[in-house]
């Protein structure tokens, strides 16, 4: 399995922007498919974007639509979560997950994951 940790998030007001980063190890990355999820207290965990080996294509959220992007960059096993327009209710922890294959979106569908980074929404 490949190993993933993310970074980036923090504390950001209504409306402003952070971009997380998910960098991976031990594998090839460029066999996995990628998905940011994210769960708030008290929620189940909830799908938020994905992306294919290549790039392209992407799927998001309706969420998500419109204020966040994913992208990757094979060259440095790194996939990103542009994320603008911040919300309060987009206060979560985000988590990066991996799938060899095609792209899901579904959690259980994921067989590696990362520890997670806090992303809290003040308004």
């Known amino acids: 399995q490949v190993q993933l940790v993310e970074s980036g998030g923090g504390l950001v007001q209504a409306g402003g922007s952070l971009r997380l980063s998910c960098e991976a190890s031990?594998?090839?990355?460029?066999?996995?498919?990628m998905a940011w999820f994210r769960q708030a207290p008290g929620k189940e965990r909830e799908f938020v974007a994905t992306?294919?080996?290549?790039?392209?294509?992407?799927y998001y959220a309706d969420s998500a639509k419109g204020r966040f992007t994913i992208s990757r960059d094979n060259a440095k096993n790194t996939v990103y979560l542009q994320m603008n327009s911040l919300k309060p209710d987009d206060t979560a922890v985000y988590y990066c997950?991996?799938?060899?294959?095609?792209?899901?979106?579904?959690?259980?569908?994921?067989?590696?994951w990362g520890q997670g980074t806090q992303v809290t929404v003040a308004s």
């Open positions: 997950a991996a799938r060899e294959g095609v792209y899901r979106t579904t959690a259980p569908e994921y067989s590696s």
């Open positions: 031990g594998r090839t990355f460029s066999m996995y498919a």
């Open positions: 992306i294919s080996r290549g790039g392209n294509p992407t």
